[in-house]
C-alpha cells in the first residue's frame, strides 16, 4: 500500500477508550511500510500547541479548532495525521471534519466507561469521581456519542492489530492507500 493522498484520522472517545494506543499502532505499521504519517495526541498537543487553554467550552472548542488545523496541513502535505482527541461534542467533531474536508475520517473509539476507569493509569477517573477534577468527559462533563461516525472502534471487543487493520482497510476504500505495499494485505476482523 503507497499513500496516495493524504487523510486525517480523527479519533473519538472518552479518556482510556484506546485513542493514543490505537493511534500509535497505526503509525507504526504505516511508518514501517515507509508512509508518511504522525500522530497527534491530545495529551501531547495540551503541553505545547494549545498549553494556552483550559479546559471551559470555549477552551475546548479552541483546541480542537486548533488540532484540525495542523491535521488539515499534514493532510494536505500527504500523510496520513491520526488525531487522538476526546472531542466530546458534536459540534466539535462536525467543526473539525469542515476544517479538513475531502479526506476526514471519524473513528469513535468506543469502551464502556468501566473498561475506561479500569485503563486509568494516571488516576483521572478517581480524581474526577473525589470532585477534584471539574467538568471531567464521561464524569462530571458531557459525552456526546458520534451519531454516524465513518467508523466504530469497539476497543475492548478487538485486538490492536485487528482495529488497525479496519483502519488500514477504511484508508484504501477511500483511496488514500494503495493495495500494494509493505503494509501486507489487511485482514478483515470477523
Not at 101 to 116: K, M
Not at 121 to 140: C, D, H, M, Q
Request: hydrophobic share 45%; net charge neutral.
Amino acid at each position: 500500500m503507497s499513500t496516495t493522498r493524504g487523510a486525517v484520522i480523527w479519533m473519538t472517545g472518552l479518556s482510556g477508550a484506546g485513542k493514543s494506543t490505537l493511534a500509535d499502532a497505526l503509525h507504526r505499521r504505516l511508518k514501517a511500510a515507509g508512509h508518511a504519517s504522525i500522530v497527534l495526541d491530545g495529551d501531547v498537543l495540551r503541553r505545547g500547541l494549545t498549553a494556552d487553554l483550559g479546559f471551559t467550552p470555549e477552551d475546548r472548542a479552541e483546541n480542537l479548532r486548533r488540532v484540525a488545523h495542523v491535521a488539515a496541513l499534514f493532510m494536505q502535505q500527504g500523510f496520513v495525521a491520526m488525531a487522538a482527541v476526546i472531542s466530546p461534542e458534536h459540534e466539535h467533531r462536525r467543526m473539525a471534519r469542515e476544517i479538513v474536508g475531502d479526506g476526514f475520517v471519524e473513528v469513535f473509539v468506543n469502551a464502556p466507561l468501566t473498561v475506561c476507569e479500569a485503563r486509568d493509569v494516571k488516576g483521572l477517573y478517581a480524581r474526577a469521581r473525589r470532585g477534584e477534577i471539574p467538568n471531567f468527559t464521561g464524569i462530571s462533563g458531557p459525552y456526546d456519542v458520534p451519531l454516524e461516525p465513518d467508523l466504530m472502534i469497539e476497543s475492548d471487543r478487538v485486538s490492536i492489530d485487528e482495529a488497525v487493520d479496519r483502519l488500514l482497510v477504511h484508508l484504501v476504500a477511500m483511496g488514500c492507500l494503495t493495495r500494494e505495499s509493505g503494509l501486507g494485505r489487511p485482514r478483515l476482523a470477523k
